[in-house]
């Protein structure tokens, strides 16, 4: 896939593409997650490693392969991939933000297994969130976020998240993307600029995205 591929303009940056979907543990068995392939954000570090850059991978749930050539770190939960992130964020030119991160984790974690009951109150507290960490300390690296809306408000939480994330660019899906191979969207810009896309599948979709990420840093 590399060699094939003489197209190099991200050679030399160090990328870190998160993906997946985080588990929060409620006792040994159980968890609270949400529903994300992981598609998405392979099929940009597959493309950002076509186009020369170092890609590490943190990745949480997900039931798809890691593309070759990428160094791949696991992890479980969002507290997980948040010390993770923040670790690597120093030597990282390009962040893509693409996990499905959860917004709540329990409040008390048992140790073992629950037995069932006939009522149960689970108490959960928000997760931190690990983009608005990254916003104030990142430096000069460039920051990619997601956001999956609701086709009515798509653009109007796609450019509030921006904005509240400090991001240099969020790509805004529609639900409908979820599961898919169809994959549309919008690619948002701080300058106000909006660009609309649609593709058979998820790594035309990453490759267009990834075209628009190096337009950005390599000017
Ligand atoms: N994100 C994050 N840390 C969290 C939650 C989300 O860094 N604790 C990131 C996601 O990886 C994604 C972006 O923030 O790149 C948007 O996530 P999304 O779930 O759409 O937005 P939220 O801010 O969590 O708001 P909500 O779920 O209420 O729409
Ligand atoms: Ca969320």
Sequence with gaps: EWAIRPYKPLRGKKALVTVGATREFIDSVRYISNLSSGKMGMAIARVLRW?????????????????????????????????????????????????????????????GKIKKKDQMILKLTKTPDILEEVARSKGNTFVVGFALEEEE???????????????????????????SEQHRGYILYPEGKEEVFSFPNKLESAEFIVKKIVEKITG
Excluded: C, W
Excluded at 163 to 171: A, F, G, T
């Design 51 to 111: 186009y020369g850059a170092d890609v590490t991978l943190v990745t949480a749930f997900t039931t798809e392969n890691p593309p070759p050539e990428v160094e791949v770190l696991r992890v479980v939960s969002a507290e997980d991939m948040r010390r993770e992130v923040l670790r690597l964020l120093p030597q990282t030119h390009l962040l893509v933000m693409n996990a499905a991160v959860s917004d709540f984790t329990p409040l008390e974690k048992h140790s």
């Design 153 to 179: 408000v798509l653009l109007q939480e796609g450019k509030r998240k921006l904005l509240q994330k400090r991001l240099d660019m969020l790509v805004a899906n529609p639900i409908d993307v979820m599961g």
